[in-house]
């Protein structure tokens, strides 16, 4: 679908861990030519880079290094071992490094026209103002099955227990941590992929996507 130039939209996308936000950003992002960041990633990439340096972190490690962050560091599959998780799990509870990885989300958003950001607390937080609000859903025996056939790939040794134990854990923090916890936020539209095939999910997405945009245009004049 072509969209106007001119014409500025901003997805934010929140869910739980496997719920299916980030292949769902990412079909959104093909379809419809958006600049895609997916802001766990930052709190992966912090992490590893405290495990590989054998660091203990402070405000002023984390300020340093979330200012030499590029979007090449964050496609790596060492980005997704279990301790690398269970860290990234524990920094994303502390204020300084949620205030530090913010500024390069805004700064991601305030530099594309057309933008998604996925995460968990992107609506709440980060993109308050976006376009459109997906939140993803995805029931918890369903989530473990497809993290433990995507980690499969990586680690043939990965057993189906410890992928159910991780999401669980990481799912209570994410909801009950006192900073930018996951929420589901006013106007927000509810994306629930437990009983949907990934063709499913992208008919549902784009058609979603092509009317929000269609009334955007329509409210500024057709741009």
């Known amino acids: 679908m072509n969209i106007s130039k001119k014409l500025n939209f901003s997805i934010a996308i929140d869910g739980g861990s496997a719920s299916g936000k980030t292949f769902g950003s990412k079909i959104i992002s093909k379809k419809f030519d958006f600049k895609l960041l997916s802001s766990g990633k930052l709190y992966r990439y912090v992490s590893y880079k405290i495990i590989k340096n054998k660091l203990k972190y402070n405000k002023n490690y984390i300020r340093k290094l979330s200012k030499s962050i590029t979007l090449r560091q964050l496609n790596s599959n060492k980005l997704y071992s279990f301790k690398v998780t269970e860290l990234a799990s524990i920094i994303a509870k502390k204020k300084y490094v949620r205030s530090c990885l913010k500024k390069f989300q805004v700064d991601f958003m305030n530099s594309n026209k057309k933008v998604i950001i996925e995460g968990r607390d992107i609506a709440s937080k980060i993109m308050p103002n976006a376009d459109l609000k997906l939140f993803f859903r995805c029931a918890q025996k369903e989530k473990a099955r497809r993290r433990y056939l995507e980690l499969k790939k990586i680690n043939k040794k990965i057993k189906l227990k410890d992928v159910k134990k991780a999401l669980k854990l990481r799912d209570f923090n994410d909801k009950n941590r006192k900073q930018s916890p996951l929420l589901f936020v006013r106007g927000a539209v509810l994306v629930d992929t437990t009983n949907l095939t990934k063709k499913q999910v992208k008919v549902k ?16 004049g057709n741009i």
């Open 205 to 220: 997405l784009i058609k979603l996507v092509k009317k929000e945009i269609e009334l955007k245009k329509k409210k500024h």
